[in-house]
């Protein structure tokens, strides 16, 4: 768990909502996200209560048995004691609340509010999609003056800790743009559903070890799933997308991708320039009323978009693709690439076909030398009782250190393996019962029908015919189970599943965040032909400009 911390610990999310077994002490599980955008566990620890010195000392012992490497960001729910513990041991690390816990607590609060027509579209919009902190806070006076409801004590306890839950506030800090903690409430459903509150603390322990397991085996499924090609490509030819594809996991590069198609209808609008630095405006012509500014080097081919979607994320934003495919820049500079997301991001893991260019023994060279050595030393200690003892003992002290680093052993791979050594080797023993040179099963007569079909006995069953199939397989086919019409139909629609939700999720956004600028444009004055943009500092207020002879929008150039 360690060796995961080190590669995936900028982001920690910790939860205390379940209690788990019969001595009703509280579980936080200690999780994070790996590079298939998954979950990953870093640990887990009990407390009697909630009170912030229970939490100093579960944070403390957390963070010695990390080495002493503090997260970027941490996300948990509205505890004050919880926030006091955080602020003591994780002083430079960013604390998030989570946003569906606010949205839950919202239901209670402000159900009046909540009744009134457009107020759920704009409440949510500015809990969690402002880019900047100039248009959260037009958006939240915006909507303050529209639904009158300055005077509510629970909207303005909120808004004193924006600081903590609202994006726009963080944009500096890596989150994976993770807006709530419900996954650490995944890692207790994974719990939950294996144990019953009667249970120990080592019934939890064994749980808790397969979860974990089962956690790896998915990973190692991804990673095969990425070495072994990404077979999603959107359009052929394209660069950025060639250069994404060979650096980055699938479900990043699905992100990545679904970046780039997104940026496509953008408009762009040059407002400043002293080559090499230019600066652009970018925008979708329906979705976007505020434009994002981006500043482009083409001699040091470095961008910077007023969204901060890459510091958030670790990913270039539709924004900065739009420009870069603009400019024909066809790779992604090696500075917007965050080990983090690529296919190398478990750097221990040893695969074949990249040890070439690393220079490390390939896995199936090493397995071969070791056994060979392995199996030279056992030979020579058979034979000594003492040597044994020295072998014996080597081998659990082995295995618990490689246990540490890759998780549990099956011990039954190697009896398994024995078996069918010895089953192949029994098969090839001649009966020595009877005559010289005849093999077992040799000599005995199987009964047959008139159409040569075998004839079985069995219990209670006198005769079984045994038929040929009704539809074999052709010469050279593969040798794969065959599936039927309703089969296909349904594998067909699970695999859809996934992609439809998505879709749904992004237009579903798309749609309300739509509806609450446009609910809340009249307090937006912008002139006829005018645009309003994000500013570049990031204290300053949104910017207008006017229309310009020249580039269609007034000149600003860079200050030297």
Same mark, same amino acid.
Request: hydrophobic share 35%.
């Given at each position: 768990m360690k060796i995961d911390y080190d590669a995936f610990g900028d982001l920690l999310v910790h939860d205390t909502t379940y209690r788990t077994n019969k001595y009703d002490m509280i579980c936080g599980p200690f999780v994070g996200m790996n590079h298939h955008?998954?979950?990953?566990?870093?640990?887990?620890?009990?407390? =009697?209560?909630?009170?912030?010195?229970?939490?100093?000392?579960?944070?403390?012992?957390?963070?010695?048995?990390?080495?002493?490497?503090?997260?970027?960001?941490?996300?948990?729910?509205?505890?004050?004691?919880?926030?006091?513990?955080?602020?003591?041991?994780?002083?430079?690390?960013?604390?998030?609340?989570?946003?569906?816990?606010?949205?839950?607590?919202?239901?209670?609060?402000?159900?009046?509010?909540?009744?009134?027509?457009?107020?759920?579209?704009?409440?949510? /919009?500015?809990?969690? /999609?402002?880019?900047?902190?100039?248009?959260?806070? &037009? /958006?939240w006076s915006s909507m303050v003056k529209k639904y009158e409801c300055s005077g509510n004590k629970w909207l303005q306890n909120l808004y004193t800790i924006r600081d903590f839950w609202c994006p726009a506030y963080s944009k500096d800090y890596f989150s994976g743009g993770v807006l709530s903690s419900q996954r650490s409430e995944t890692t207790n459903n994974s719990v939950s559903r294996r144990l019953h509150k009667t249970h120990g603390l080592c019934d939890f322990y064994k749980c808790f070890l397969e979860v974990v397991d089962e956690w790896r085996s998915n990973e190692n499924v991804d990673d095969h799933q990425s070495e072994i090609g990404n077979r999603y490509l959107a359009a052929? #030819?394209?660069?950025?997308? !060639?250069?994404?594809?060979?650096? /980055?996991?699938?479900?990043?590069?699905? %992100?990545?991708?679904?970046?780039?198609?997104?940026?496509?209808?953008?408009? =762009?609008?040059? *407002?400043?320039?002293?080559?090499?630095?230019?600066?652009? &405006?970018?925008? &979708?012509?329906?979705?976007?009323?505020?434009?994002? +500014? *981006?500043?482009? !080097?083409?001699?040091?081919?470095?961008? !910077?978009?007023?969204?901060?979607?890459f510091s958030e994320v670790g990913i270039l934003c539709s924004h900065s693709i739009r420009i870069l495919h603009l400019n024909n820049v066809i790779s992604i500079p090696k500075r917007y690439i965050l080990k983090r997301w690529t296919k190398g991001a478990m750097c221990h893991k040893v695969g074949d076909n990249v040890t070439q260019v690393s220079g490390v023994v390939p896995s199936c060279v090493w397995r071969l030398q070791h056994t060979r050595n392995f199996i030279s030393l056992i030979n020579s200690s058979q034979h000594d009782l003492a040597a044994r003892k020295v072998m014996e003992s080597a081998f659990i002290e082995c295995k618990q250190r490689v246990e540490i680093l890759i998780g549990a052993i099956e011990e039954n791979i190697a009896d398994q393996e024995g078996e069918r050594m010895v089953e192949r080797e029994c098969m090839l023993e001649p009966n020595t019962q009877g005559a010289e040179g005849v093999f077992e099963g040799e000599g005995i007569d199987v009964p047959t029908t008139q159409g040569g079909d075998s004839v079985v006995e069995g219990d209670g069953v006198?005769? %079984?015919?045994?038929?040929?199939?009704?539809?074999?397989?052709?010469?050279? #086919?593969?040798?794969?189970?065959?599936?039927? +019409? %309703?089969?296909?139909?349904?594998?067909?629609?699970?695999?859809?599943?996934?992609?439809?939700?998505?879709?749904? +999720?992004?237009?579903? =956004?798309?749609?309300?965040?739509?509806?609450? %600028? $446009?609910?809340?444009?009249?307090?937006?004055?912008?002139? !006829?032909?005018?645009?309003?943009?994000?500013? $570049?500092?990031?204290?300053?207020?949104?910017?207008?400009?006017?229309?310009d002879d020249y580039f269609g929008v007034n000149l600003t150039p860079f200050n030297n």
């Open positions: 955008n998954k979950n990953v566990m870093f640990g887990v620890g009990f407390i =009697v209560n909630e009170k912030w010195e229970f939490f100093e000392w579960l944070f403390k012992t957390f963070l010695r048995s990390m080495g002493g490497r503090h997260p970027i960001t941490i996300m948990t729910d509205q505890s004050k004691s919880m926030k006091k513990a955080i602020g003591i041991v994780f002083p430079n690390s960013s604390h998030r609340l989570c946003t569906w816990h606010i949205g839950e607590n919202a239901k209670t609060n402000i159900k009046g509010l909540r009744a009134m027509e457009g107020f759920n579209n704009a409440f949510n /919009y500015v809990l969690k /999609y402002t880019d900047t902190i100039a248009e959260f806070e &037009h /958006y052929e #030819g394209v660069g950025l997308l !060639d250069d994404a594809m060979e650096i /980055y996991n699938i479900d990043i590069y699905l %992100q990545f991708e679904a970046n780039f198609l997104k940026s496509m209808p953008y408009i =762009v609008n040059i *407002v400043g320039f002293l080559p090499p630095l230019y600066e652009y &405006h970018v925008k &979708h012509p329906k979705n976007d009323l505020i434009m994002h +500014t *981006v500043k482009f !080097d083409q001699s040091r081919i470095s961008i !910077d978009c007023t969204c901060k979607y006198d005769e %079984q015919t045994i038929k040929n199939p009704k539809k074999k397989r052709k010469k050279g #086919g593969r040798n794969v189970r065959l599936k039927g +019409t %309703q089969e296909k139909v349904c594998n067909k629609l699970k695999a859809r599943k996934p992609q439809a939700w998505k879709k749904k +999720t992004t237009r579903g =956004v798309t749609k309300m965040k739509g509806k609450a %600028q $446009t609910s809340l444009q009249e307090y937006l004055d912008v002139p !006829d032909g005018s645009n309003v943009a994000h500013p $570049t500092n990031s204290a300053g207020d949104l910017e207008m400009f006017a229309p």
